[in-house]
C-alpha cells in the first residue's frame, strides 16, 4: 500500500514538475518575443519628458515654465521616475518596467488565476498571439501597469469571493481594483462591475462599506487633490483637451466603431477571443459575469469616445479580462480543443507581428481612417533591437533658468520635445500639454484625425511664452489665458492662483468663440 501510494505521490509530483516546466517555456517565449518586439511610442516620450523634468528638479510638467499633467498614468510616471533614479536610464528603466510587469502578468494569469492547466495556457497563449497585447506590452505607454493591476486585483477578488474574508482583505482587494485609476482613468469602467459585486456579497453595515470604500479610493483622492493644488486642475490636461474637441458626438462614435474594424481586420484574434471570453462569463459565475459586464462597458465606452490612432492600444485589457474568464472556465477535452483551435488559427494571422516578428518588421501606411500601426510605423527608428547603439542614451538635461526657445508641434511631439531638453519650450498644436489650448475648440477640419485634434494658435501666444507676458492680441483670449495663467504659473500659494483655480474649475469664466 505504500508503494502505491509513494507511486501516485510520484506521478502527481511529475505532473507537476510538467507544468511548471510549460509554464516557464511559455515565459521564456514571451521574454523572447517582447524583448524582439520592444519599441518605444511618441507618446510616452511625452511621458518621458516629464519624468526627465520632475527627476531634475523641475517638477512633474511637460514644460518647466508651467505646471500642465501632460500624463494620464501618475501610478506609471511615479515607477518610472523611481526606477529611473536607479538605474540612470529612463529608457532602460521603461523597458525593464514594461517587460518585468508583463512576465509577472502571464505568470499570475496562468499560474495563479487559471483553476486548472489547459485553460491557463490557452489564456496565456490568447496574449501572446494578440498582436495588440504583444504591441503594448512594451511601447513606454502604462498597458504593462493596467494589466498587472487587473490581474492582482482579480486575484484577491476570487479569493474574497471562495473564501470569504474580513473588512481588512476586501479593503486591500478594492484598493488594488481602484488603482486602475491612476494608471488610465477610463478602465475604472472595466473593474467597476466586480467591484460593485465584490462590496454587494460582503455587505454587512452602510457604515462599514462606507468605511471599505473611503479606504480603497484614498490614493486617488490624495492624487486628484494633489493635481488640482499643484497643477490648478483635477484630471489630466489630455481629458480638457478632448473634451474640447467640438467634433460632433455622432460622428466620434462612427469613428469608435471603425476602430473596432480596423482591430478585427489586422488582428483578428484581440476582438474574437475578447467576444468569446463575453459569452463564457456571461454563462459562468456571478464574478466572471460581472467581468464580462465590465468588458462590454469598456468597448461601449471605447467606441463612444472614436478609438485611438494606435490600432488594438484600448482592447488589450479588455482582452487580458477575456482571458481571465478562460482561464477561469471549466471545460471538457472537446470545448477545450474547439478553443485551442480558435486560438491557434486566429492567432496565426498575427503571426509575423508577434512571434515571427523580428528587426524588419514595419509598417508605414496611413490609412483613410487616420488609425495606424504605431508599432510598425516607430520600429525601424525606435525598436529596442532596431535602433542605434546611442539612440536610448540618457538625454541631456543642462540646469537652465528658463525657457529660451518656443516650438510648435502635434505629431511626434514626445520625441522633439525629449531630446530638445528642458529650455525649450513646446506648444502642442493638439492641445495634449498646454492648458490654454486644451481649453479651446478644435479648429474645424472635416478631415480629422482621431487624438489628433488641434487648435489654432492664438496671436501673440509664442511670444507671450517667450516672454512669460500674457501678449495675446484677442481680448477675450487674453482675459481667459489670464485666470489660466495664474493657475498654471503663479506662486503655489498665492490667493490670486487659489482663486484663479477656483474660477477655472467651477467654470466661471467665459470662453473665447473660434474666430
Known amino acids: 500500500m505504500n508503494e502505491l501510494t509513494a507511486g501516485i505521490d510520484d506521478a502527481s509530483l511529475s505532473r507537476r514538475g510538467d507544468r511548471a516546466a510549460a509554464h516557464l517555456a511559455l515565459l521564456a517565449l514571451v521574454f523572447a518575443v517582447l524583448v524582439r518586439t520592444a519599441w518605444m511610442s511618441d507618446d510616452a516620450e511625452i511621458t518621458l519628458r516629464c519624468v526627465m523634468n520632475f527627476i531634475h528638479g523641475y517638477g512633474p510638467t511637460f514644460n518647466i515654465d508651467e505646471r500642465v499633467q501632460a500624463f494620464t498614468h501618475p501610478l506609471w510616471f511615479i515607477l518610472i521616475s523611481v526606477v529611473t533614479l536607479l538605474l540612470r536610464n529612463v529608457f532602460a528603466a521603461t523597458f525593464a518596467l514594461s517587460i518585468l510587469l508583463s512576465l509577472i502578468t502571464w505568470w499570475l494569469l496562468m499560474t495563479r488565476l487559471a483553476t486548472s492547466f489547459w485553460p491557463g495556457m490557452l489564456a496565456g497563449t490568447t496574449l501572446l498571439l494578440s498582436k ?42 478594492l484598493t488594488v481594483l481602484s488603482l486602475i485609476y491612476l494608471s488610465r482613468p477610463d478602465l475604472v469602467l472595466l473593474a467597476f462591475p466586480f467591484s460593485l459585486l465584490l462590496l454587494w456579497t460582503s455587505y454587512s453595515s452602510l457604515r462599514e462599506t462606507v468605511k471599505v470604500i473611503a479606504a480603497a479610493i484614498a490614493p486617488e483622492l490624495a492624487w486628484t487633490l494633489f493635481s488640482l493644488f499643484y497643477y490648478g486642475a483635477p484630471f489630466p490636461n489630455t481629458a480638457y483637451a478632448k473634451l474640447g474637441s467640438g467634433i460632433p458626438a455622432a460622428e466620434i462614435i462612427r469613428q469608435g466603431w471603425v476602430y473596432l474594424f480596423d482591430s478585427f481586420s489586422r488582428d483578428p484574434i484581440t476582438l474574437s477571443i475578447t467576444s468569446l471570453g463575453i459569452v463564457l462569463g456571461f454563462r459562468q459565475s456571478l464574478a466572471s459575469k460581472a467581468i464580462a459586464a465590465g468588458i462590454v462597458l469598456y468597448l461601449a465606452y471605447v467606441v463612444s469616445i472614436g478609438g485611438d490612432f494606435m490600432t488594438g492600444r484600448f482592447l488589450t485589457a479588455t482582452l487580458l479580462a477575456a482571458a481571465v474568464i478562460i482561464a477561469r472556465t471549466r471545460m471538457s477535452n472537446v470545448e477545450t480543443a474547439l478553443v485551442a483551435v480558435a486560438v491557434l488559427g486566429l492567432g ?81 498644436t493638439c492641445a495634449l500639454a498646454d492648458p490654454l489650448l486644451a481649453r479651446l475648440p478644435a479648429k474645424h ?7 489628433h485634434f488641434e487648435r489654432e494658435i492664438p496671436a501673440g501666444y509664442e511670444q507671450s511664452i517667450l516672454k512669460n507676458e500674457n501678449l495675446l492680441t484677442d481680448p477675450a483670449t487674453r482675459d481667459y489665458w489670464e485666470v489660466i495663467r495664474a493657475a498654471t504659473r503663479g506662486p503655489l500659494l498665492s490667493l490670486t492662483r487659489l482663486e484663479a483655480i477656483v474660477r477655472l474649475n467651477l467654470g466661471l469664466l467665459k470662453k473665447p468663440q473660434l474666430q
Open 132 to 173: 495588440a497585447f504583444v504591441d503594448y506590452s512594451t511601447s513606454g505607454l502604462e498597458n504593462p501597469l493596467s494589466h498587472f493591476i487587473l490581474v492582482l486585483g482579480f486575484i484577491l477578488g476570487f479569493k474574497q469571493f471562495e473564501s470569504g474574508g474580513d473588512r481588512r482583505s476586501l479593503t486591500n482587494c
Open 348 to 428: 496565426a494571422i498575427s503571426l509575423p507581428a508577434t512571434i515571427m516578428s523580428g528587426g524588419k518588421y514595419f509598417d508605414q501606411a496611413m490609412y483613410q481612417t487616420g488609425i495606424n500601426d504605431e508599432r510598425g510605423f516607430m520600429f525601424p527608428g525606435r525598436g529596442l533591437i532596431t535602433t542605434t547603439r546611442n539612440f536610448f542614451a540618457q538625454p541631456e538635461w543642462p540646469d537652465v533658468d528658463g525657457v529660451r526657445t518656443v516650438n510648435a508641434q502635434c505629431g511626434l511631439l514626445g520625441s522633439a520635445a525629449l531630446y530638445a531638453g528642458p529650455g525649450t519650450h513646446y506648444i502642442d
Open 445 to 451: 477640419d472635416s478631415d480629422w484625425r482621431i487624438g
